[in-house]
């Protein structure tokens, strides 16, 4: 019975890890769709984003159904519990790639107003947060993921760019700017709100494996030993 229940938290794993894989497709696909100003990618972005959903919808099912016939406790508890809480984050990150994909249909008819530099570097950091936070996950690796949550401030710095350049240099000098400023403004805030969600799943990881809360409580990162 024991291998049994071990063989479905196994396969309850992988499921967490494909999903996360098309999350992260979802992301790159929507960046590209923008820096190609391409309309069709943006829109099969969108569609794309039905399996996702499903995807979620499987992990639920699967996390309450362990949850009423096992009845886990402490580790088996915990991990279960925060696959629950993971899809939910990784489902809203790819909400947050369609969004993106909708400002891209925006912008698609029209020239981008700069060239893309720190969006694309704001991606890369989403990225990497987003791999490195599934990474701790599956090895149940809380320095990994304390990491990952340390870098969240690198991703508001980057946001924080974007707005500043975008406002102060084409918006405030040029009203007719504006249409084309607002959806990048937002493609930028929607890439930091990803980071905040990799960051979420990081904490859950850390609870997960250590029984520790360190949401809103940045100062129990510091002890390594904790």
């Keep these: 019975m024991k291998r049994h229940f071990d063989e479905e938290l196994a396969d309850l794993k992988e499921d967490i890890l494909d999903l996360g894989s098309l999350v992260e497709l979802a992301i790159l696909n929507s960046v590209n769709a923008l820096k190609n100003l391409n309309r069709q990618q943006a829109e099969r972005m969108i569609v794309k984003d039905k399996e996702i959903d499903e995807w979620e919808l499987k992990i ?33 990150i790819a909400d947050l790639a369609v969004d993106i994909a909708q400002r891209v249909l925006e912008l698609a008819d029209k020239p981008l107003l700069k060239p893309l530099i720190d969006i694309p570097k704001l991606t890369i950091v989403a990225q ?95 002890n390594n030993h904790s």
Excluded: W
Excluded at 66 to 80: K, V
């Design 128 to 222: 990497e947060m987003l791999r490195d936070t599934l990474k701790s996950f599956v090895k149940q690796d809380v320095e990994l993921a304390k990491q990952v949550i340390l870098r969240d401030k690198e991703a508001d710095s980057l946001r924080d760019l974007v707005q500043t350049e975008l406002i102060n240099d084409y918006m405030i000098k040029d009203v007719n700017t504006i249409s084309r400023a607002i959806p990048l403004l937002l493609i930028a805030r929607y890439l930091e709100r990803i980071c905040d969600h990799a960051t979420n799943i990081a904490e859950d990881v850390i609870y997960m494996v250590k029984a520790k809360v360190v949401k809103h409580h940045p100062e129990k990162l510091v």
């Design 60 to 92: 639920d099912e699967k996390c309450l159904n362990l949850l009423a016939l096992r009845q886990p406790m402490a580790f088996d508890l915990r991990f279960i519990a925060m696959a629950i809480k993971i899809g939910t984050d990784l489902e809203r």
